[in-house]
C-alpha cells in the first residue's frame, strides 16, 4: 500500500465521512459493536500462531479432617488438557470502476458497500461461534453446537464438579421437549478469560482483525473479461476458548413457532442459571428474535422481562433476572431437535 497522502482515500477529509452516530470508525469498531455476541466477550492472544492450548479443571480439590498434629496428603484434581483452533475469515468487497465513476460520493459509496460486507463477515462469525464444526473442513473451530449438544433426560445439572464422561448427555444441555425441524435454543454464557473467551493468534498486533484498500485492481467480470474495479479486503483470525465447561448452558428442543412455545422454558432457564454457572462475572442469554418476542409478551403481562436503555451502547436491552438479553440474527431457529437421554 502507498502512503497516505491528501490524495489518497484515507486521509483526514475523506476519513471525517467514515463516521457512525457522529464519531468515527473503524473496521475492528463496526466488527465488534455490530453484533452484541461479539461485544460482550473478551478477546485474548492466544499462546501459538493459529492455536491455544491449555489444560481444564474437571473436578474440585476436595478437603479432608484430621487429627490434630497428623499429616495429610495433596487432594487429587482431575485436569482435561485441550486445544482450541484458530479459523481465517476472509472477505472481499469489489465495485466496478465504471459503476463507481457515476457516484456523487465516492467514498460514502465505498463506505456503504464495505459496510454491507462489515455486518454480513460479523454475522457469519457469530453463526460459526454457535454452529461451526470441524467435521468436514479441519480449519473451521468447533462451535458450541458441538460441544453442547445432547440433553439430559434428567436435571441437565449432574455434579458440575466432577460431569461423567461416560454418560451420553452433554453437561449443561436442558430439554424443552420440543420435535422436528423446527426447533430452537437459549444459550447462556458467562464470559470471561478464564471461562469463555475469543482468541486470536499470539504474534497479531491486530488481535486478527485487517482491513486493507488494495486499491484500482484488474479483475475478471461476469463475462470473462478484464475490467478495473475498487477492492477492499477484510481479514479475521479468530476462535474460541473454553477453560470452563461451566461458563456455558443451553435449552435446546424449544418449538420455534411463537404459538407454540412453551412457556416452561422459563423454569429451565431460571434452573440453568442457578445450577450450571459459578463466580461473579455476568451472565448473558442469547436468543434467536423470535424468542425476543415471546419474552416481550410475557414482559406486558407479567413484567418480568426489564426494558432498559441506559447502558454504554445506547442499544435496547432487555433483562432476564440479573442475566442481559440479547437478541441474535445468527441463531438458527430451524435446529433439528436432539433427543433428550
Known sequence: MAELGLDSRYNLVSSLKLVKDNKLVNFAEICTEKNPFMQDIPIVPANGAMSNEGSRETSLPTPQIIKIGDGHNSSTVKWDNFTENISLFVDRASIPKHVLDIMPDKTGYRSKIENRHIEGFSQGVCNHFFYGTSAATPEKFDGLDVRYKTPDNSSGTYDPTNPDPSTAANFGVFDAAGT?????????????????????PAN??????????????????????????????????????????????????????????????????????????????????????????????????????????????????????????????????????????
Not at 422436528?180 to 482468541?199: E, H, L, N
Not at 420455534?256 to 462475572?281: C, P, T, V, W
Not at 442499544?315 to 442481559?324: K, Q, S, T
Request: proline share 3%; net charge negative.
Open 180 to 200: 422436528g425441524t423446527a426447533t430452537t435454543s437459549i444459550w447462556m454464557i458467562q464470559p470471561s478469560v478464564d471461562k469463555f473467551c475469543g482468541i486470536t
Open 204 to 341: 497479531d498486533p491486530k488481535m486478527g482483525i485487517s482491513q486493507e484498500d488494495s486499491g484500482l485492481v484488474y479483475a475478471t467480470a461476469e463475462n470473462s473479461l478484464q475490467r478495473q474495479e475498487w477492492r477492499t479486503e477484510f481479514e479475521w483470525k479468530i476462535g474460541l476458548n473454553i477453560s470452563d465447561i461451566r461458563s456455558v448452558a443451553r435449552i435446546r428442543n424449544i418449538a420455534a413457532a411463537i404459538a407454540s412455545i412453551d412457556e416452561s422454558i422459563i423454569k429451565l432457564i431460571y434452573q440453568a442459571r442457578n445450577e450450571i454457572f459459578k463466580g461473579s462475572e455476568p451472565v448473558f442469554m442469547y436468543i434467536p428474535k423470535r424468542l425476543l418476542t415471546h419474552f416481550q409478551v410475557l414482559g406486558e403481562a407479567k413484567q418480568n422481562v426489564i426494558y432498559d436503555r441506559n447502558n454504554i451502547y445506547d442499544v435496547p436491552l432487555y433483562r432476564f433476572g440479573d442475566m442481559v438479553i440479547r437478541a441474535m440474527d445468527a441463531l438458527s431457529i430451524s435446529e433439528t431437535a436432539v433427543t433428550a437421554v
